[in-house]
């Protein structure tokens, strides 16, 4: 009897230890590949988002497509965590570059991310800062972000991938003036729309987060122009990225 118990205890043990991974697209090109090659697909709607249960690379995940933005992206974060069983978090997409190191389809993973449009700073709080933190940023998971760079390495070339800060907000960036505050204000790399939203959810819940972007525009005057053109491209640069990360993990 002794034995069965410990039997037992050891076995959940060693299965609540196993991971399940929330990969998080915002639009359904960011998450094509990945659907395409899950096995054992289970699908549940909830708060009109479609969740998919199943294994990728023979890894637990739940891959969903949050919709556009920092509310769309929080909410499905918060239901993954609630109603997933997830311990790990992993954003992929697109997004407009700010650093003039960067060409399109190269690749950003977070380090840190800014909600670059939260701001109390007339109660003398820093830009981006939510009332109550000190840090403006949130931080991504130390172990993914190295997972991440290498896997971006080993699938595009160590000389398209970079890791730096995310800035996040409610606003398609398209003009060279917000580019360059958003380099100075918050030394970011890359912007889009749903990244630190993501990472605030996570860091919450005390979960690893990272966040990948493959730029599919500049965040310039042409950026409109740029992102259709090459939004699908660089949305498979990511996946693919993932796809290799989880193979590693
Ligand atoms: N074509 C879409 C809108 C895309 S919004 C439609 O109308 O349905 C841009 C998406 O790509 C967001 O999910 C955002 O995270 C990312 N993105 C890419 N370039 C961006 C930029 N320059 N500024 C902000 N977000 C950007």
């Known amino acids: 009897m002794k034995k069965l118990t410990l039997l037992l205890t050891l076995l959940t043990s060693t299965l609540s230890l196993a991971d399940r991974i929330a990969i998080i697209g915002a639009m359904d090109s960011e998450i094509k590949i990945l659907l395409s090659q899950m096995k054992n697909i289970e699908q549940e709607e909830k708060a009109s ?3 998919y249960k199943g294994k990728l690379e023979n890894k637990d995940v739940v891959v969903f497509k949050s919709g556009i933005g920092k509310v769309n992206a929080a909410m499905s974060t918060t239901i993954a965590m609630e109603e997933y069983d997830v311990n790990k978090i992993i954003f992929t997409g697109v997004a407009g570059a700010i650093n003039n190191n960067l060409n399109i389809t190269d690749v950003v993973v ?3 991310l800014v909600q670059h449009d939260y701001d109390t700073t007339v109660f003398g709080t820093k830009k981006g800062a939510v009332p109550g ?7 991504a998971d130390k172990n993914l972000i ?4 290498n896997s971006a390495e080993k699938v595009l070339g160590k000389d398209k991938v970079y890791v730096g800060t995310i800035a996040t907000g409610d606003q398609f960036i398209a003009d060279k003036k917000t580019v360059q505050a958003l380099e100075s204000e918050f030394g970011a790399w ?3 729309m749903e990244g630190a939203a993501v990472a605030h959810v996570a860091n919450l ?8 972007r493959s730029m599919s525009d500049k965040a310039d005057g042409s950026a409109h122009m740029n992102y259709n053109d090459f939004v699908n491209i660089a ?3 990511s996946a693919k990225i993932v796809i290799n ?5």
Do not use: G, H, R, W
């Open 49 to 51: 988002v479609v969740f």
């Open 133 to 139: 933190s000190v840090d403006a940023k949130f931080s």
């Open 235 to 237: 949305a498979d640069n």
């Open 245 to 249: 990360m989880l193979s590693q993990m």
């Open 190 to 192: 890359a912007v889009e």
């Open 146 to 149: 190295n997972i991440a760079k």
């Open 205 to 212: 819940y005390k979960t690893p987060v990272v966040v990948i």
């Open 110 to 112: 977070s380090d840190y």
